[in-house]
């Protein structure tokens, strides 16, 4: 009797979650451009951004103000070309047009020595086909972005992970062989043959491609490293065309024991130096899971977003899921936070995705419903990179339904930077306030407890006063006028995510 009930039990709650409790509205078939308002590139370095917008294709792109050097595909949206050699702003306005309608939106490029002025946001391969990966997963996770419509809401890094390059002592002729070639650039396993053409491939849909690798001389899985090939890898990775990389610390400490604070800044100074000086912006992602609180420093040796926990594929929960403890403790980093330099809590692990601990084949996620969205809500307040690494070719109408809200998009990509403060936490609730560029606040209220519970918080908690204007971001809809307080009475481990604005004057 008791199987019978877990099966009813588990058939209703995949009810919920595939139709019932669908949040985001679907958008419209007018043009609706999204993502970021403001854009980081290095002067005279390559340059390539494809405008993020829903609405139904085809669909004509035009871009006021665009600068000498760039130039835009009106069919596809995608701009391509080099940042201006002169350093400054350069203000466009972008526009899409289709039979429905028209879209306007202000975007600011800064030719300037910061990349990454808003998180980036992607998809990378690990927690879906760890060892597994192959150029063929690669190319078609980029198509899937495409397709899915995820690259309409801004995800545009499609990243490799480990697991790429040779294996030093393996006797698998697809993984072994010599880790570099004779003048010492390192090779590809035999599951990547032509780097070159992957990311040539990646770049013609407009979308741009990560790459990894360790300081130390093996990876995490025991793969040729970097050591002692800094330059030169770095090099090969601009050559092969890769817009960002992975630095993992794995094996660096059992060559150099790091005894003082300059000794673990040491590779990634190092590393970020390098990046600086090629003829290509690639973004740095520090990974050494919060030694020497990175988030102090991470910024000052070039990094562009810092791991500041474990691994989230290997979280432990208790009565709450392991996203959750991993989320707590990068939320109390907000302070070190900002355009340019991001704490980065790892990846979103929803829809399919594979177990850390044996590396096993994807399967569904155990979270609830109300427990992706309230993951999807804590990172975008946090302004954490926002990379999927479930399985882009299973990806569901529920999943894309949390991953794909342009509203709550917004507020990770708010061109402030600021990550949200923790205002009140508790065992059993938590709420984080986002101050926006606009004046307005995001505010997330999470029912961290095992039943309903009403959580509300003040506007002498939030800084407010007067009448606010409340809005409903999954659900995008306008909430009415609220004075003194915001209050939601909510199911086990759900969330409200609103946007507060001063309510305009009769």
Known sequence: MRAVWMIVSFCLAAALVRGEDLRTPKPGPEPRINGPKIYGARPGRPFLYRIPATGERPMK????????????????????????????????????????GADERAFKIVAGDTLALTPPMGWNHWYTHYYRITDGHIRRAAKAMIDSGMADYGYQYVNIDDCWMVKPGSDDPMIGGPARNPDGT????????????????????????????????????????????????ARTFAEWGFDFLKYDWCSYGRVK???????????????????ARLDRDIVFNLCQYGRAEVWKWGREVGGNCWRTTGDLGLAQGDRLPGFYHIGLRNARLWEYAGPGGWNDPDYILIGYYGEARGMKEPRKTPLTAAEQYSYM???????????????????????LNVLCNAEVIEVNQDALGKQARIVRESGDELILAKPLEDGSLAVGLFNLSEGEREIRVSWEELGLSGPQAARDLWRQRDLGQV????????PRHDVALVRLRPAKSE
């Not at 780097?195 to 040729?224: D, F, N, V, W």
């Not at 809500?377 to 999943?399: H, I, N, V």
């Not at 004075?483 to 909510?490: E, F, N, W």
């Open 61 to 100: 792109f035009s871009a006021e103000g665009l600068p000498e050097g760039l130039s835009l595909d009106e069919d596809t949206g995608i701009i391509r070309g080099r940042t201006p050699g002169e350093r400054g702003e350069y203000r466009l306005t972008l526009r899409a047009e289709n039979r429905h």
């Open 186 to 233: 390192i090779r590809p396993n035999r599951h990547f043959p032509d780097m070159k053409a992957l990311t040539a491939y990646i770049h013609s849909l407009g979308l741009k491609t990560g790459i990894y690798t360790s300081p130390g001389p093996l990876t995490c899985q025991r793969y040729e490293g970097a050591w002692r090939h800094e330059e030169i890898d």
């Open 257 to 275: 024991k790091p005894e003082t604070l300059a000794d673990h800044q040491e590779p990634y100074r190092k590393m970020g130096a390098i990046l």
């Open 377 to 399: 809500s804590m990172w975008a307040l946090m302004a954490a990179p926002l990379f999927f690494s479930g399985d882009m070719e299973r990806l569901d109408e529920f999943t």
């Open 483 to 490: 004075r003194g307080s915001y209050a939601a009475t909510l």
